[in-house]
């Protein structure tokens, strides 16, 4: 886990960095500061309304505590072993077995989880993703995801303005810099996607672990995570919020690992299965 998280951090500071060099070729120490400010704006947007937006783009529903006790009862269980407070818990209807958290940080969490999950997942099952989401939480990995998907948004912003800046005149009359800022505006937002999909990878790994080591039982996350890869897969809200779910809900093909959201399945089935905890 230290490793990824390593990996995670060095992903974030890269994706800083080439907003940065990017913003500076566009416009110098003005392009800078534009996209400093650009990328700070939208990250503050993002931290205050990100999760009420993502919650009404999947028609989610609060789950009510007498229909869905022992959910609550889980999450609280679980929650208290992570030492976060006890996350919203909100019910998407999907025949899709899948969930997700957000929320900008652990006080203001919540979790949804589609009424598939419920249906197909067996008890033990049900707590491994459980477990999940709440290690996201735990992790601040809400906060790095938005971060991450800010700065890319704000590099393909850039690269946008600097194409119509190509289109009616630059100021800058080098033949080398126009050069510079053709080739950035294109390889850019390419660099910043494959990095913003890499962190999402990372987490993912981070969150496995972590859940596994609250509820002591690896198993119990590996074998939900077949059984929700294997399942028909109906899509669940727009693919721009594919990356917090627990498994890709638009996965209906062998993606390019390189180009995923999520690490294979397999891979963190793997993982999982080699995991142990002294109960």
Same mark, same amino acid.
């Given at each position: 886990m230290f490793i990824d998280q390593i990996k995670t951090t060095i992903l974030l500071a890269g994706l800083t960095f080439l907003l940065l060099v990017f913003g500076f070729a566009v416009g110098g120490t003005s392009g800078?500061? $534009?996209?400093? $400010?650009? *990328?700070?704006?939208?990250? %503050?947007?993002?931290?205050?309304?990100?999760d009420k937006l993502v919650l009404k783009m999947h028609k989610a529903k609060l789950a009510e505590h007498k229909m869905f006790e022992e959910l609550h009862d889980m999450v609280k269980d679980i929650s208290t072993r992570a030492s976060i407070k006890k996350p919203k818990i909100y019910i998407i209807n999907s025949s899709s077995p899948n969930a997700f958290a957000t929320g900008r940080n652990d006080k203001k969490a919540? %979790? =949804?989880?589609?009424?598939?999950?419920?249906?197909?997942?067996?008890?033990?099952?049900?707590?491994?993703v459980l477990a999940h989401e709440i290690a996201h939480i735990k992790n601040k990995d809400l906060l790095i995801s938005t971060v991450s998907v800010i700065l890319a948004s704000a590099i393909a912003y850039l690269a946008v303005m600097a194409r119509w800046a190509m289109i009616f005149g630059n100021s800058r009359d080098e033949e080398g810099s126009i050069l510079e800022i053709i080739v950035l505006s294109i390889v850019a937002? %390419?660099? *910043?996607? $494959?990095?913003?999909l890499a962190i999402s990878r990372s987490r993912e790994y981070v969150a496995d672990e972590t859940g596994a080591k609250l509820i002591k039982?690896?198993? =119990?996350? *590996?074998? *939900? +995570?077949?059984? %929700?890869?294997?399942?028909?897969k109906t899509n669940i809200g727009n693919k721009a919020a594919a990356s917090l779910f627990i498994i890709n809900p638009f996965s209906g093909g062998k993606f390019i690992n390189l180009l995923s959201t999520h690490p294979a399945t397999s891979d963190r089935?793997?993982?999982?299965?080699? +995991?142990?905890?002294?109960?």
């Open positions: 800078l500061t $534009i996209a400093l $400010i650009l *990328a700070a704006t939208m990250n %503050i947007l993002s931290y205050w309304y990100s919540s %979790i =949804a989880v589609t009424t598939g999950l419920l249906e197909k997942l067996d008890r033990r099952e049900l707590k491994g937002p %390419i660099a *910043a996607s $494959i990095l913003r039982d690896p198993e =119990a996350l *590996a074998d *939900a +995570l077949v059984k %929700i890869e294997t399942s028909p089935v793997k993982r999982l299965r080699k +995991l142990s905890f002294t109960l």
